[in-house]
Nanobody
Framework: VQLQASGGGLVQAGGSLRLSCVASGRTFRSYGMGWFRQAPGKEREFVAAMPRRDSSTYYADSVKGRFTASRDNAKNTVYLQMNSLKPEDTAVYYC??????????????????WGQGTQVTVSS
């Protein structure tokens, strides 16, 4: 599967952005999907996940209550709605797909396919 992320940009603190990630392939609904981010000089970190095993959505504590992940299987697309953005949210955001159903959804190694990333910059 190929993933194409978009929707990043420059926004002031307190603003909102919605990221999209379109996947190729006809088996999209069989994949668990995740969002990660990576700031300069830091490791890639978990943001949100919609795993294969259930219909729940999981979030990192740092974004809980501000970010909402969702998916539209008919459009082969996942979304990340980001509200109340903070300067510390500045990073390249990546979508990822999990085919194997690995339990550790917060780990980048659990994902098989990655999008190219989209830059989100939040100014203070």
């Amino acid at each position: 599967v190929q993933l194409q992320a978009s929707g990043g940009g420059l926004v002031q603190a307190g603003g909102s952005l919605r990221l999209s990630c379109v996947a190729s392939g006809r088996t999209f609904r069989s994949y668990g999907m995740g969002w990660f981010r990576q700031a300069p000089g830091k490791e890639r970190e978990f943001v949100a996940a919609m795993p294969r095993r259930d219909s729940s959505t999981y979030y990192a504590d740092s974004v809980k209550g501000r970010f909402t992940a969702s998916r539209d299987n008919a459009k082969n697309t996942v979304y990340l709605q980001m509200n109340s953005l903070k300067p510390e949210d500045t990073a390249v955001y990546y979508c990822a797909a999990d085919w194997r159903g690995i339990a550790e959804i917060t780990l980048p190694l659990s994902y098989d396919y990655w999008g190219q990333g989209t830059q989100v910059t939040v100014s203070s």
